[in-house]
């Protein structure tokens, strides 16, 4: 083995790409069998690489576990930077893109969104993953202080962060845990979001 490359059949992935690529690979496992049935062995063949080699990087499953719900914590906050880009600062619109990528993510990686936020019961000693998600939760909070024009965040605004996050969080495992179906019940999440929007800003 060089030290560029990794001792794989197809020899496509380059050494510093094998984290990346064995983090993609469980994020596929993960989505299609739940944590609970992973395992490293199938992370392992997913990525084209040897049964070994994932621990060159993790120390076992439930670091790699962890790497999968940093990295979706990570994604899911440049989404929220990316919505934001287009949209005129202190509107409202800015309010309802953070929302809508919040849910919207928990509905394309439902497995992953579980991770993020319930990985384990030592889940808020895992200092990268609070970080993490406190980052993005501040960005949040900057925008909502944004929205009444000031870039200091103070009570309201905290205030009414923990209200949107309370309502987006809810509605996320709602709907990825088929509850909206079961009551048959249907909305239109945009219309929904501005209208919890407005309410909250305007309180």
């Known amino acids: 083995m060089n030290n560029r490359e990794e001792n794989t059949k197809s020899g496509r992935y380059h050494h510093g790409d094998l984290r990346a690529q064995l983090i993609e690979a469980t994020r596929q496992l993960v989505e299609q ?12 063949r997913l990525a084209g690489v040897s049964t070994a080699a994932p621990y060159k990087h993790f120390k076992d499953k439930d670091a790699l576990l962890r790497a999968v719900a940093d990295a979706g914590m990570v994604r899911q906050k440049n989404q929220m ?9 202190q509107s ?22 579980r991770l993020m936020f319930g990985l384990s019961s030592d889940h808020g000693q895992d200092d990268a993953l609070v970080e993490k998600g406190e980052a993005t939760y501040d960005l949040v909070k900057s925008e909502v202080a944004a929205y009444r024009g000031s870039e200091i965040v103070e009570d309201i605004d ?15 495992f709602l709907l990825i845990d088929g509850k909206l179906g079961e009551l048959e019940l249907s909305f239109d999440l945009d219309a929904m979001l501005n209208d919890i929007g407005q309410r909250v800003m305007t309180h």
């Open 81 to 89: 930077i990316e919505a934001l880009a287009p949209l005129p600062r």
């Open 92 to 113: 409202l619109a800015r309010i309802t893109a953070l929302g809508r990528v919040y849910v919207t993510f928990a509905q394309r990686e439902p497995a992953v969104f």
């Open 158 to 172: 905290e205030k009414r962060a923990f209200q949107l996050w309370s309502f987006v969080h809810g509605m996320s």
């Open 33 to 44: 069998k739940g944590p609970e049935h992973l395992s490293v062995s199938e992370a392992s």
